[in-house]
């Protein structure tokens, strides 16, 4: 009988071997935790559903086939110096988080778009301030990183009534977002959008891509929608442009250091909304699929979905 | 030449002229301000698109044969004992009040769904607290009201992947979301509802139509976004449903009086974001066009756009 290990948050574990099992009765599915330190039991590993494993960890299973990322990203994952790369290892695809993630950027562009973020900071003052929105069919919001996260977010974007383009490191298409590519596209891309929402992968590449000459090459006022990693920004330089008014505003759920220390200047700015990155979780419900559809596809031979390229680093 | 009054607030009348002038340059608009008071000058006015006009205004018009409202609401209206309520009275329809009014409530509902309206207010204190969320799919908004606003903000919540439903006082139809009429099917679907956006027009019959009785029907926990007007909620029976955790929150934008009093517990409630009247405002660029078409209509004897019926009260 085959075996999967899940690594998730506690109260997530049960609720992912629950979406197995009910998928692949075949598959053992057992708690990370509870499979003990033996050789026989980690020769006895063939799969592992994981969120942020031990460094070196994954290494020590000897008979293990496939690496299920529990999320989109895979930072969790290189961390590990030890990570056996030439194993077969996909990214999570889940309509539940594909779907929350597009409903954050929507509500974080929307909150910047009508100028809230301001009115949130200073409710308790009790101060009425009425502020005038622009129309947002005037207004263009660029989707940074336009894979399955991006694309979806960009058409909950377009529906709600913004001019929507995305951007990706190789060229793309859509059926009704213009896209740009590579670094002549972002350099024609940027000035032309009022709002920029971050879901490029955390990878070398693109470390602190929101640096101060990026935010220079913004529309002066831009706003900062970043639900991706918080690699992806240099915060010196968003805090100066946030104070200069080059940025006007910024929606941050990920930030270098998690939790976000409770005395880093994010948290009072006024200008700034913090969540505690819940962008988008993956739901066992509906994540199950993903993972048992991967399971299948290497059991028999076919194509893995989502499967990381580490060449291009996701 | 016919001549048309404007009265609106002061950076938006020159707006309104222009859109008025380009559309029909046969027609002298002018600003309320610059009618004067001479029994000539009230003699000279044909039509007049007014926000609040002070009480007794219209009625010492003679030749007034139609007036346009700068908003959606009429209560800016009824609050003139001498309204004359004989001439021809529209509604504003405006394709960026809609589409403003659809951001608000998707912005509203997603602020609820997202458990974000503690985190929003507790921001400043640095407090990481991580929240999980439910699936969209599985979550269920009632809008009621489901005129030409409540039919687009329906619809831009199911873009987002709610589940989606709304009532009106008389039957409709809508291609894709179910709708109730009536009390009875206002007693059907509220104990239905997660999240409850309120578009319904200000009237003696909807005066607290969310009472402690209504909020004791509804599911608990349930989610309530007024961007209809402040009349519609009796705000004593709200907070007491909050404070129990029969309401789970709400948005609010709209209050009995504006401003809201500085020491209104709203303010200050950890459940409450109040946001200054901004939910949707009237556009002169794009609202012109309804202008314009009402005046046509009503001089070629065509049918008039969103004729206000006042035995209905809108």
Known sequence: MAKIIVSDSADLVDRWIAAIKDRRPDIEAVP??????????????????????????????????????????????TNDPLLPRHL????MVDPG???????????????????FVPLLNSQASGAWQVVHAPIASNTRVGVLGFGVLGSRAGEALQALGFQVCGWSRSAKQHDSIPLYSGDDGLAEMLPTCDYLVLLVPATPDTFHLIDADFLARCKPGVGIVNAG??????????????????????????FHQEPLPSDHPYWQHPKVIVTPHVAALTYPETGGEHVVAAINALETGEPLPALVNWDRGY
């Open 32 to 77: 990370l935790a509870e499979l003990g330190d033996s050789d026989e039991a980690r020769a006895s590993v063939d799969y592992a559903l994981v969120w942020q494993p031990d460094p070196g960890f994954l290494a020590s299973l000897p008979n293990l086939k496939l690496i299920v990322s529990v999320g989109a990203g895979l930072d969790h994952l």
């Open 229 to 254: 990693r918080g690699s992806l920004i240099d915060d010196d330089a968003l805090l100066e442009a946030l104070d200069s008014g080059q940025a006007g505003g910024a929606v941050l759920d990920v």
């Open 97 to 115: 988080l594909t779907q929350g993630m597009s409903e954050y950027c929507a509500w974080g562009v929307l909150s910047l778009h009508r100028l």
């Open 88 to 91: 077969p290892t996909v990214r």
